[in-house]
């Protein structure tokens, strides 16, 4: 390698039949290191891996409406943009905030909201804003109208199609369409959007939010109740994806020492069965399901073998009943 000249931009550095510009290169790496931000550690929205997706993408992908800006502007969504504005109009209305306040709160939460995406979000502040405000005032209208049937007009286009409510159940769930839960969480506590509504009094025992959000999840859960609530700070709730794993963790780890606690693995494993379960009990409209055997064990029910002889004095019906 050698020198070659020299320059007002700087040194040339020869090798061969090329030469490189070394101060244009160090001035180029500087530029490209000054723009790197710092990691959050606050971040919990995620983009799917590509891998994940070429294998089901419709798995993955919202199919109605997108929520946030990872999906915002797709065609197939573009369609409920105007529903999402119809919404946010009313919440406008039933807050009792205008449109410049409710900016300004905006305003104040951009830093947290972009900070628990994983992926940087390149977009200016006004786009940003402007879609996490409509989507979360989507997701509280949503909220209340499940939970408050008379909110529903005539000319409703989501609640009066039950199938859109499923669709939407759906993609409220999805990794990439998530929101920060404290936007909509905040929007309803620094507005008056919880006034003119009779919440029972276990509804408004913790968080009037917080169980408007289970009452949208618990068609996807086995259990009517939300125990976890004694357990968890709602402030420290992700989003609605992480409320579902929350309220789908086994009763038990919340009540059993650390050190008895069941491992990591173990904890997952029961997610995905309760999980699992809880889908095909909605999509079979059934009100009810028959606990597990390790369930059952959980719950303290002893399991006895039965001899050859009782079981052959059994009838084919009770015998299928002891095995289900």
Known sequence: MEIVGTS???????????????????KSIREKLDKLSCPSPECCIYEVPNTLKKINEDAYTPGTVSIGPLHHGKEGLKHMEEHKLRYFNDFMQRSGKSLEALVQIMEGMEKRIRERYAEKINLKSEIFLEIILVDAAFIIEVLLRYRFRHLTTPNDRIFRKPWMIRNIRHDLLLLENQL?????QDLFKMTNTQ?????????????????????WCKSSLATQELPVLE???PSEIKHILDFLRICLIPKQSWQT?????????KQFIAFLRRFIRSQSLQQTERKFYIPS????????VKFEFLSKSMFQRQSYRAL???IA
């Not at 007002?8 to 160090?26: C, F, H, P, Y």
Request: aromatic content about 12%; overall charge negative.
């Open 8 to 26: 007002r931009q700087g040194t040339s550095i020869g090798n061969g039949d090329a030469s490189i510009d070394m101060m244009g290169l160090v």
């Open 180 to 184: 920060p839960l404290f936007v909509p």
């Open 195 to 215: 006034e003119g509504f009779q919440f029972r009094q276990n509804e408004t025992l913790l968080n009037p939010f917080i169980y408007l959000t289970f009452n």
């Open 231 to 233: 357990h968890t700070n």
């Open 257 to 265: 020492p650390k050190e008895e606690n069941p491992s990591k693995v």
């Open 293 to 300: 055997a390790t369930e059952l064990h959980e719950a303290g």
């Open 320 to 322: 299928w009943f002891l």
